[in-house]
């Protein structure tokens, strides 16, 4: 049966949300709500909800997360829709093992139409040491007034661009996109920013990340976001170097869609305090993990980063009821949910065909794990 985007993909958050809400209860899953403090603009409560199936005890946990990019909550919070209403029975889960979906991690973002957080972070930047651990951004220091002008008329943007293009031209595309996207925790009010605290949803996920894998002794985290990579195709993104043990894994279980940061040549760039790290601390010690980011492809970079851009602007200078705002809000809804019924079945199948091969590598490591012992 091939999938059918209305059934899954919704308009709002507060829509994907009711629909999460009410399959996970119809599959049987334990649902609960956790809610951060901050409020949307209509004053609806926020919150990262949860849906539980499986042994009280697992030994293993296959977990799946959606929208710690807010905005780009769509694509992952229909492959969940999808998977509680449509692929549970297929996926035919072993009695020892669990299955852990969180919804919406940063739900400000998502109801928003924003990609960061309701303190304007980049919450898979801020799972690191504050302020131990922030690097230094020279780069985009460098950059900073083409990254976030005051105004954005035609003249001022097209000056921005060049510095940009130059910036390329001089050293590279990689070291641009670096510049754009690694992160950087100086500027609360500029694009990329990590933040200088634990935020709300960074403490929930590693609340989540304890309390709901149950002492399980492998777990695998698929993270699933949008606007990297080709249109409609995917690639799995993992913060480790191509010789880690969990990366491994990855090209064992999903083959040549497994990508490392670390590698260079993958769509990404290196990234600092991602999901990866607040995991890690947020599981007990020992646990095998194997998590890796799932990222759809929808338009092409430089359009894509406008997009975020332009919205940081609205957000700092900028008034959304206007036409240039509301224009800029529907540009960054279509770079992380383009509204094309093609793409968004291609999203589907592919984010069907990573679980179910995670399933796979999850129960068959463990069992050769047993076979090995
Ligand atoms: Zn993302």
């Not at 769509?74 to 669990?98: M, V």
């Not at 043990?245 to 040549?256: K, N, V």
């Not at 007990?284 to 492809?297: D, H, S, W």
Request: proline residues 6%.
């Amino acid at each position: 049966m091939s999938p059918d985007h209305r059934r899954h993909f919704f308009d709002h958050y507060e829509e994907a949300r009711e629909a999460f809400r009410k399959a996970a209860g119809r599959a049987g899953a334990v649902v609960s709500g956790r809610a951060i403090a901050a409020r949307g603009r209509r004053g609806g409560e926020l919150t990262i909800d949860t849906a539980y199936l499986g042994p009280g005890e697992p030994d293993r946990v296959l977990a799946v997360s959606s929208g710690i990019h807010g905005v780009e909550g769509f694509a992952g919070s229909a492959i969940q829709h999808q998977l509680l209403t449509e692929q549970l029975s297929g996926l035919d889960l072993p009695p020892d093992t669990g299955l852990l979906l969180v919804h919406a991690i940063n739900p400000y973002g998502f109801s928003e139409l924003r990609r960061v957080n309701e303190n304007n972070v980049d919450l898979n930047r801020n799972f690191l040491r504050h302020p131990e651990d922030h690097p230094e951004s020279p780069d985009y220091a460098e950059l900073f007034q083409a990254i976030n002008p005051e105004e954005i008329d035609p003249a001022s943007e097209e000056s921005s661009r060049k510095t940009l293009f130059a910036f390329a031209e001089a050293h590279g595309f990689p070291r641009l996109q670096a510049a754009l996207t690694a992160g950087q925790y100086r500027w609360p009010e500029g694009v990329q920013f990590g933040g200088i605290r634990d935020e709300d949803s960074n403490r929930l996920l590693r609340e989540i990340a304890r309390e709901e894998t149950r002492g399980a002794s492998s777990v695998a985290w698929i993270d699933f976001h949008t606007g990297l990579g080709e249109s409609g195709n995917y690639v799995l993104i993992s913060d480790r170097p191509p010789d880690d043990p969990a990366y491994q894994r990855g090209r064992r279980w999903f083959g040549d869609a497994v990508e490392s940061t670390l590698s260079g040549d993958s769509v990404s760039a290196v990234l600092n305090g991602t999901l990866e790290g607040g995991l890690l601390d947020g599981l007990p010690e020992g646990v095998e993990l194997t998590t890796f980011g799932a990222e759809f492809g929808t338009h092409e970079p430089f359009r894509v980063f406008w997009a975020m851009r332009q919205d940081n602007w609205l957000e700092h200078h900028g008034d959304p009821d206007t036409p240039l705002g509301r224009t800029i809000k529907q540009e960054i809804v279509e770079v992380f949910r383009p509204n094309d019924p093609v793409w968004m079945n291609r999203v589907l199948e592919g984010g069907a065909r990573i679980l179910e091969q995670a399933r796979n590598g999850l129960t068959g490591s463990a069992r050769n794990r047993a076979t090995d012992a």
